[in-house]
């Protein structure tokens, strides 16, 4: 008895990007078909692949530079009032964590003229910041509410564990 071979007489359209990745690897391995038949989907896909990465390392810097093998560690950003005691919310930025606590303390009221503003704790710029209220008082004096309990905490997340760092 003899194999049957199924060969296909023309190529058939893929039906999506990935498919018409694979067909092109196939054709090109095999020396056949118009090296050139689909570039122009093939642009699509890579601009739409473009922009995704672009979008991803907008909300998480450094995330398109990881290598495998390399442990994987990415910083949010806790909104909390009171030193942990009530967590607001989560946020990949700093910037929407602090717009979170300043919102609630927007909405408490603010005396005339008061400009809100963020302290850090220490310089580094992996630092605990808490909101400071700043506002006009008597005789032109400058009061401050620097406990407001608004606190913004950077958490490093890491997908592995890795014993050598706990040494």
């Known amino acids: 008895m003899t194999p049957t071979t199924l060969t296909r007489t023309a190529p058939a359209a ?6 018409l990745v694979h ?9 056949t078909g118009n090296p050139t038949q689909g570039v122009p989907q093939l642009l699509a896909h890579i601009e739409m692949l473009e ?6 390392e907008a909300v998480f810097p450094g995330i398109t530079e990881l290598a495998p093998g390399e442990p994987v560690e990415l910083t949010i950003y806790r909104a909390e009032y009171e030193h942990g005691q009530l967590p607001l919310g989560l946020y990949t930025n700093r910037d929407a964590a602090r717009a979170h606590g300043e919102d609630l303390r ?9 400009i809100l503003t963020w302290i850090p704790d220490f310089g580094d710029d992996e630092a605990v910041e808490e909101l400071a209220v700043f506002y006009p008082g008597e005789d032109d004096e400058t009061q401050e509410d ?11 997340l890491t997908a592995a564990h890795v014993p050598e760092v706990d040494a």
């Open 51 to 56: 922009q995704r990465l672009a979008a991803a």
């Open 14 to 19: 893929p039906t999506d990007r990935s498919d």
């Open 106 to 114: 927007t909405r408490e009221g603010l005396p005339t003229g008061a």
């Open 146 to 156: 620097s406990s407001t309990g608004y606190l913004v905490t950077p958490l490093t």
């Open 23 to 31: 067909d092109i690897r196939l054709r090109t391995a095999a020396s």
